[in-house]
């Protein structure tokens, strides 16, 4: 069971360049997100999904995009990189209890380095 | 909306020591409430949960937490705390103000293990 997988684990990229982090998750979970970690700040959310076909904003959501085309696949985009998504990037899956998220489960994180 | 706040951005205590780690949330309306672990260059891991039932709440490597609704607070605690306890923590929130899929976390507390 290979649990949430994300890809590249590391990109430098250069202002300006577009690229898509890869999330899949074979464990048939309706909820899917994208966090980013930066020191002292926690984990925040960029972007989430309840099913496919269905995204909707966090947080920190400018400059990323997202779709749901499965209920396996989650990939974030980046549109324009800027030194400010210099960052560790997290992919997380849950399933739902009364309507609630319950626990998440994290891929490996990809870590971003915008030069 | 629904915050999280963990109380110490860091803490050093020796081996074999007891540990506590303070986390408050804003609302106790509705809520599942979470703890991961972070270590180094890794994933977030789940440590224990707290869905409904007994306000103490046991979880792994020896860890626990009491849903303190009154207060609004889910502390970490483990009586003697190993090297290999070293990481970050991170407590988590998700429930009606958080818009019910929707985790949300603090900003993380370093666990420091001195020999």
């Known amino acids: 069971n290979a649990g949430v997988t994300q890809t590249p684990k590391f990109q430098v990229l250069k202002t300006g360049q577009s690229m898509t982090l890869q999330c899949a998750q074979d464990m048939n979970h309706e909820y899917m997100s994208w966090y980013r970690q930066d020191p002292g700040m926690g984990l925040r959310l960029i972007h989430y999904s309840v099913g496919a076909g269905i995204t909707d904003q966090g947080e920190v959501p400018n400059g990323y995009n997202v779709s749901r085309s499965t209920t396996e696949d989650f990939p974030l985009r980046l549109l324009s990189a800027a030194p400010s998504q210099t960052s560790v990037y997290f992919c997380?899956?849950?399933?739902?209890?009364?309507?609630?998220?319950?626990?998440?489960?994290f891929g490996q994180g990809t870590r971003l380095t915008v030069v | 909306a629904q915050s999280v706040t963990q109380l110490d951005s860091q803490v050093p205590v020796f081996e074999e020591a007891p540990v506590e780690l303070r986390c408050n949330y804003s609302?106790?309306?509705?809520?599942?409430l979470f703890w991961y672990v972070q270590y180094p260059n890794q994933g977030l891991q789940l440590l224990l949960k707290y869905l409904s039932g007994s306000t103490l709440v046991k979880g792994i490597n020896g860890f626990e937490a009491e849903f303190n609704k009154s207060q609004t607070s889910f502390h970490l605690r483990k009586p003697s705390v190993h090297i290999s306890d070293t990481a970050e923590y991170f407590c988590a929130v998700s429930g009606v103000n958080t818009g019910g899929f929707k985790t949300i976390f603090g900003a993380g507390t370093r666990l420091f293990v001195k020999a």
């Open positions: 609302s106790s309306v509705s809520v599942y």
């Open positions: 997380a899956s849950s399933y739902s209890s009364q309507g609630y998220g319950t626990e998440a489960f």
